[in-house]
């Protein structure tokens, strides 16, 4: 189990005007076994914070730390403490089979054919994925992809999951599957600290209470979903989330 902590990350990328801020001091924590949901707009810096979290990015300020790593002082331990799943990977080869594809990965991490094996068994059962492990990665359907972008992330057990966007591309009845395993199998019973990001709120509804809304690359709102209801009586949450997202206001 370790904890996740976002601590003041700020981050620009130029542009023809000189540099443009995407992350404006963003600051949350996740404790050790928590599930957060972030939320926002298209644009709003969700991507590039999963990305600097999973040391793809560098941040020009602030920290991130899984448990007592500093990710960015130590990517190489942190990518065995952090697993990232984003719905932007193209890194699969098409021709190889979806399983080559996640050997190629297993080596990288180094994990043995015993356990290899192991974790395929497992993650096939959790994202069910046996019917389309032994077929050309690029004949596979989106959803299928996506369900295998998932397996790389948790492939080698991380402590702590990142995921950008992971519904996307799956019908309804695996999208609740997908749900129960966030919540029940990886938090549950295995204790992972857990980062979804998503911009539908019927999503972020179902699968945390705690919340975090980003905006313009800015924190608008940090707290449990109970808060946000507290806030308008009667709860209009669609209302309360455009407040958010539409104005300069704080959570």
């Known amino acids: 189990m370790r904890p996740l902590k976002i601590s003041h990350v700020s981050k620009s990328f130029p542009s023809s005007h000189g540099p443009r801020a995407v992350l404006r001091d ?6 050790a076994g928590g599930l957060l949901c972030l939320l926002g707009p298209n644009g709003s810096g969700k991507t590039t914070l999963l990305k600097t979290i ?21 990517p190489d331990r942190a990518k065995r403490l952090v697993g990232f799943a984003s719905t932007e990977d193209q890194s ?20 043995s054919e015993r356990a290899f094996e192991a974790r395929l068994a497992d993650l096939s059962f959790l994202l069910d994925l046996s019917s389309g492990l ?14 295998f972008l998932l397996a790389r992330a948790d492939l080698h057990d991380p402590a702590i999951l990142i995921l950008d966007e992971p519904h996307q591309n799956l019908d309804p009845r695996f999208s609740s599957t997908l749900r129960h395993v966030i919540r029940e199998e990886w938090v549950g019973k295995r204790k992972k600290t857990v980062l979804v990001s998503t911009h539908h709120l019927e999503d972020a509804q179902k699968i945390s209470d705690q919340w975090v809304v980003l905006a313009d690359g800015e924190v608008r709102f940090s707290g449990s979903l109970s808060q946000a209801r507290s806030k308008e009586t009667p709860m209009d949450l669609e209302k309360f989330f455009n407040t958010l997202t539409e104005s300069p206001c704080a959570g």
């Not at 699969?92 to 994990?111: E, K």
Request: proline content about 5%.
């Open 26 to 31: 963003v600051s949350f924590e996740i404790p």
């Open 54 to 74: 999973a040391t793809l990015l560098i941040p020009e300020e602030g920290t991130v730390w899984a448990g007592d790593v500093n990710v960015h002082d130590h």
């Open 92 to 111: 699969f080869y098409g021709r190889l089979s979806a399983r080559m594809n996640l050997w190629f990965y297993g080596q990288m991490y180094g994990l």
């Open 134 to 147: 032994d077929r050309p990665f690029r004949e596979l359907s989106s959803g299928q992809k996506q369900r």
